[in-house]
């Protein structure tokens, strides 16, 4: 048997030789099983043999890798003249940068920046948001519920919500994150990202709410802005307006929607409406990024295509 394992000249007869001799049918396993039947010499002989035979094949192991090793070194040789691989350097996905820049521009504005639980309940997504189970505004948006009544957040208004209860008035927020909501194309998506901002403090009037807005448009977009605004409907804000800049060639777009913080909203946060007053208004983080980036289809940020990510240029 020593001399069988020494002439043996790859790992895969060795471990097939191995395998017959200690496996679970091998021939050293079923002597080393009639082990108590022998007298105590027998045995000794026996346990000094399953060990030489055992470092026998270690060290034929050892050997035999060493030698496919060098083999394999002999036949490959690098050229240290040849030039370097490129490098493939990773980057800020457009998203990212966006939120980046987004949440600095409110935090000079003097916003404090809260997220919250993308699974809401009924009361925080809806309820508190001035949207009881009988309000015809629920059918607005298709949500996407879960089996005991909680939802996948349509809206970050909830953000809002949560961020009153803790904090109380006054306060300015700022919430940030994705939403889920039942619809797919070019501009819309079952996951998009929200901003909602919340300011609530004595003697807040509608112009504060639109110099807010105005600042943050010039500041993003780096240019002059101008804005209209149009009469709108939220639940959660009375009155409720849209916002529109005026874009390339002239063209108006819709931007943002937002309002004064509704009377009721106050109450279910425990925040007397005739001492306090406040404004909220939501942006759509994907349509902010497609507007400033020029990207044809908001479907481009979620593709996951290396090569489209390589070319925006971030």
């Known amino acids: 048997m020593q001399e069988q394992i020494k002439k043996i000249n790859s790992l895969e007869e060795l471990q097939a030789l191995y395998t017959a001799t200690f496996g679970k049918n091998g021939t050293m396993t079923a002597r080393l099983k009639q082990m108590a039947t022998l007298d105590n010499d027998a045995r000794v002989a026996l346990n000094k043999e399953n060990t030489t035979l055992r470092e026998l094949f270690k060290n034929r192991q050892m050997e035999l890798e060493t030698a496919e090793l060098n083999k394999r070194l002999a036949s490959e040789s690098i050229d240290v003249t040849l030039d370097a691989e490129p490098e493939n ?5 457009p998203l990212t940068h966006t939120l980046m820049e987004i949440t600095s521009i409110f935090e000079s504005l003097g916003f404090e920046i809260f997220t919250g639980p993308e699974i809401e309940d009924d009361w925080h997504n809806f309820t508190a948001l001035n949207t009881p189970s009988y309000h015809p505004a629920r059918d607005m948006q298709d949500t996407f519920f879960f089996e005991n009544g909680n939802m996948m957040r349509t809206q970050t208004s909830a953000i809002q919500i949560r961020a009153m209860e803790a904090v109380g008035a006054p306060i300015k927020m700022v919430g940030v994150g994705p939403t889920y909501r039942k619809e797919m194309d070019a501009t819309h998506g079952p ?6 901002g919340l300011y609530v403090d004595k003697n807040i009037t509608m112009k504060d709410l639109l110099s807010t807005v ?8 780096e240019r002059d802005i101008e804005m209209r605004i149009r009469p709108s409907y939220f639940p959660f804000t009375e009155p409720s307006i849209e916002i529109d800049i005026k874009w390339n060639n002239g063209k108006w777009l819709e931007i943002a929607g937002a309002g004064m913080v509704h009377p009721n909203v106050l109450k279910n946060c425990k925040i007397n409406p005739d001492e306090y007053q406040g404004f909220a208004f939501g942006f759509g983080m994907d349509r902010l990024a497609m507007l400033k ?10 593709s996951g295509d290396i090569r489209w990510l390589k070319n925006t240029g971030f």
């Open 214 to 221: 105005h600042a943050f448009l010039e500041k993003f977009f």
């Open 293 to 302: 980036y020029n990207l044809p289809d908001l479907r481009d940020l979620y």
């Open 89 to 93: 350097n990773g980057s800020i996905h």
């Open 191 to 196: 996951t998009f990202r929200q901003v909602e």
